[in-house]
């Protein structure tokens, strides 16, 4: 399977449910894809107008297919996330989000042809990006990165990524050998 293919496969799997923009460009750089999803939950009494609770809940994807994933790759995602993802896509320029904001995922899937070095999965697998808003009033955002490492077909992440991991592996995304 090409990396190309992979993509496409994700792409169609997230059709449904998210907003998709094919390239998509931060600063210069060009992602192969962004994917957008928010999602709201609230309860009322008898009307509407009766509002008890509301949660918004929201996740920003983007896809990179490349040859192999370095640390100039993780850098300039992590860059990515502090100049422009979480002040602008996350707080629209505001100080805190919106205030009904529970929590943002930030995601990062990375589809590698020629594979991982060990190196490099060990880094990524200690990646962490976490802020809360109003000590967790106003929610928290999170990155999550995952990685598809078509050469030796294997699929990990970050520990933010566990869950992400765990669903494509049941809905085999990558198959091992």
């Known amino acids: 399977m090409t990396g190309i293919k992979l993509l496409e496969q994700l792409l169609d799997s997230y059709q449904s449910s998210y907003d998709i923009a094919k390239p998509f460009d931060i600063n210069g750089d060009v992602y192969d894809a962004y994917a957008g999803f928010n999602a709201t939950s609230a309860r009322y009494v008898l009307i509407k107008k009766a509002e008890l609770w509301r949660a918004n809940c929201f996740e920003h994807t983007f896809f990179r297919c490349i040859n192999n994933i370095s640390r100039d790759d993780l850098t300039m995602f992590h860059k990515h996330i502090v100049d422009f993802i979480e002040p602008e896509l996350i707080r629209r320029g505001r100080k805190y989000p919106e205030k009904d904001h529970m929590y943002t995922f930030i995601t990062g899937i990375f589809i590698c042809e ?33 990685i598809f490492d078509i050469k030796n077909r294997n699929l990990f992440g970050n520990p933010a990524a566990k869950e992400l991991v765990k669903g494509y592996n049941k809905a085999g995304f990558i198959r091992p050998v």
Do not use: D
């Open 114 to 146: 020629s594979g991982v070095t060990h190196h490099m999965k060990k880094e990524i697998q200690k990646y962490k990006y976490f802020k809360n808003y109003l000590l967790g009033i106003r929610g928290y955002t999170e990155a999550r990165l995952l």
